[in-house]
C-alpha cells in the first residue's frame, strides 16, 4: 500500500525558512520521480516542483525558483522541499505526491494528505 | 506556460444522467515522439488529497468505475461521468504534464441536481 506522509508545516513569519519532508512507503522510491503540489485555501491545485528518480531533471514553477529546493533521500525514502524566503503567497496545504513514471514529465498517481503552510506576520 | 481552461466551473447533474466536463490548453499537448497526450484528470473531494482517474488523456487508472472516461487530442479534452453517482460529487481539475510548468486547470465543481 503507497503511502505518502508530510510533515514539518506550521505558521511562519515572512522571510524566514521552512523545510518539508514526505516519508514514502509501500513502492520503490528511488524508481519514481516525485513532485510537490500546493493548494492555497479555498484555491486550486498549483504544480511548484518535480524532481526525477535519479536527480538528473529539476524543474521548478518561476515563483518559486531561487527560493524553494526540492531533493531527496533515496536510501531513507525521503522527499524534501527546502522553501527560503517565504512569502505571504505561499500559504498552502503542499502535497507531496508520487508520479507513475521514474521520469518528470509523468502524471502524477498517488498523493499524501498534504502539511499546511502559513505565512503571516 | 500552458494555460488549461475548464468548461463549465460548476455543474449540476441529476443522479444517473452524464456528467461532461471541458479542458482547453493554450498549447498542444500531444507528443509527437510518443503519440501520447500528457493529459490527466484528477478527482477532489473536501478535506481530501487529489485522486487520480484519468492519464494519457483515455487511460483509467486502476480502480477507477469504468463509468469515468477520458476523451480527446491535442488542446481539447473531455472527462465524462456517464451514469452520475452520489459519491461523484466533488471538483475535477485537468493537468497537464508535457511540459513544465505543469499547470492545472482552474478545476470544476460537480454538484447533484
Known amino acids: 500500500q503507497v503511502q505518502l506522509v508530510e510533515s514539518g508545516g506550521g505558521v511562519v513569519q515572512p522571510g524566514t525558512s521552512l523545510r518539508l519532508s514526505c516519508a514514502a512507503s509501500g513502492f520503490a522510491f528511488s524508481t519514481y520521480a516525485m513532485h510537490w503540489v500546493r493548494q492555497a485555501p479555498g484555491k486550486g491545485l498549483e504544480w511548484v516542483a518535480v524532481m526525477s528518480h535519479d536527480e538528473t531533471n529539476i524543474y521548478y514553477r518561476d515563483s518559486v525558483k531561487g527560493r524553494f529546493t526540492i531533493s531527496r533521500d533515496n536510501s531513507k525514502n525521503t522527499l524534501y522541499l527546502q522553501m527560503s524566503s517565504l512569502r505571504p503567497e505561499d500559504t498552502a496545504v503542499y502535497y507531496c505526491?508520487?508520479?507513475?513514471?521514474?521520469?518528470?514529465?509523468?502524471?502524477?498517481?498517488?498523493w499524501g494528505q498534504g502539511t499546511l503552510v502559513t505565512v503571516s506576520s | 506556460d500552458i494555460v488549461m481552461t475548464q468548461s463549465p466551473d460548476s455543474l449540476a447533474v441529476s443522479l444517473g444522467e452524464r456528467a461532461t466536463i471541458n479542458c482547453k490548453s493554450s498549447?498542444?499537448?500531444?507528443?509527437?515522439?510518443?503519440?501520447?497526450?500528457?493529459l490527466a484528470w484528477y478527482q477532489q473531494k473536501p478535506g481530501q488529497p487529489p485522486k487520480l482517474l484519468i492519464y494519457?488523456?483515455?487511460t483509467r487508472e486502476f480502480g477507477v468505475p469504468d463509468r469515468f472516461s477520458g476523451s480527446g487530442s491535442a488542446t481539447d479534452f473531455t472527462l465524462t461521468i456517464s451514469s452520475l453517482q452520489a459519491e461523484d460529487v466533488a471538483v475535477y481539475y485537468c493537468h497537464q504534464y508535457y511540459s513544465s510548468p505543469y499547470t492545472f486547470g482552474q478545476g470544476t465543481k460537480l454538484e447533484i441536481q
Open positions: 498549447q498542444s499537448v500531444l507528443s509527437s515522439s510518443s503519440n501520447k497526450n500528457y
Open positions: 505526491a508520487k508520479a507513475g513514471c521514474s521520469f518528470s514529465t509523468c502524471y502524477t498517481n498517488w
Open positions: 494519457w488523456a483515455s
